[in-house]
T-cell receptor
Framework: AQSVTQPDIHITVSEGASLELRCNYS??????LFWYVQSPGQGLQLLLK??????LVQGIKGFEAEFKRSQSSFNLRKPSVHWSDAAEYFC???????????FGPGTRLSVLP | DSGVTQTPKHLITATGQRVTLRCSPR?????VYWYQQSLDQGLQFLIQ???????AKGNILERFSAQQFPDLHSELNLSSLELGDSALYFC???????????????FGPGTRLTVL
């Protein structure tokens, strides 16, 4: 069965600074990988996903993520954070022939003005 | 706005009671997923329906059940409620022609259930 860890529970960055949120997964083969964002009081919104091919994936809102098979990681990055990026970020893994996701515990991002 | 609607937004009830949460998927989506988000358990997959039939089951308690109707809306029934059932319940939908995690899931805003 697949599993996901997000080592950082809470991260604080200054507006304009770069951001990297870590995600490590456990799965026997190449999984499907996702990053979702949850703003306060909102549902989850898909930022980006990786199925195969180019290991650097571009998403919405200026986010990107890189799949590194050797490290079982799928870290999310953004070169310059905006105050509106303050939210909870969830990494998720899905088995190619499975029907559901396993979500990580989430990382809460705070942005200082 | 994802196009997925959930009602009600908030629900407050007492232990031992039964409640029904409703979800309308995006137009054209055949699959509906239910998730529970709580502080101690995080975001957990409960169950998936595809075109009226149960497709996958996750960590759903026996006290919980769901169904998907011919018009594709879905209901999650929670009975004999306990304090620990207090959580945010999300519904998501996807097109799911072939099924599997490849389908992008679109999440609704959730129903916050408080059990007193």
């Amino acid at each position: 069965a697949q599993s996901v860890t997000q080592p950082d529970i809470h991260i604080t960055v200054s507006e304009g600074a770069s951001l990297e949120l870590r995600c490590n997964y456990s799965y026997g083969a190449t999984p499907y990988l996702f990053w979702y964002v949850q703003s306060p009081g909102q549902g989850l919104q898909l930022l980006l996903k990786y199925f195969s091919g180019d290991t650097l994936v571009q998403g919405i809102k200026g986010f990107e993520a890189e799949f590194k098979r050797s490290q079982s990681s799928f870290n999310l990055r953004k070169p310059s954070v905006h105050w509106s990026d303050a939210a909870e970020y969830f990494c998720a893994v899905g088995a190619p022939y499975g029907q559901n996701f396993v979500f990580g515990p989430g990382t809460r991002l705070s942005v200082l003005p | 706005d994802s196009g997925v609607t959930q009602t009600p937004k908030h629900l407050i009830t007492a232990t031992g009671q039964r409640v029904t949460l409703r979800c309308s998927p995006r137009s054209g989506d055949l699959s509906v997923y239910w998730y529970q988000q709580s502080l101690d358990q995080g975001l957990q997959f409960l169950i998936q329906y595809y075109n009226g039939e149960e497709r996958a089951k996750g960590n759903i308690l026996e006290r919980f059940s769901a169904q998907q109707f011919p018009d594709l809306h879905s209901e999650l029934n929670l009975s004999s409620l306990e304090l620990g059932d207090s959580a945010l319940y999300f519904c998501a939908s996807s097109t799911t022609t072939s099924g599997g995690a490849r389908d992008t899931q679109y999440f609704g805003p959730g129903t916050r259930l408080t059990v007193l």
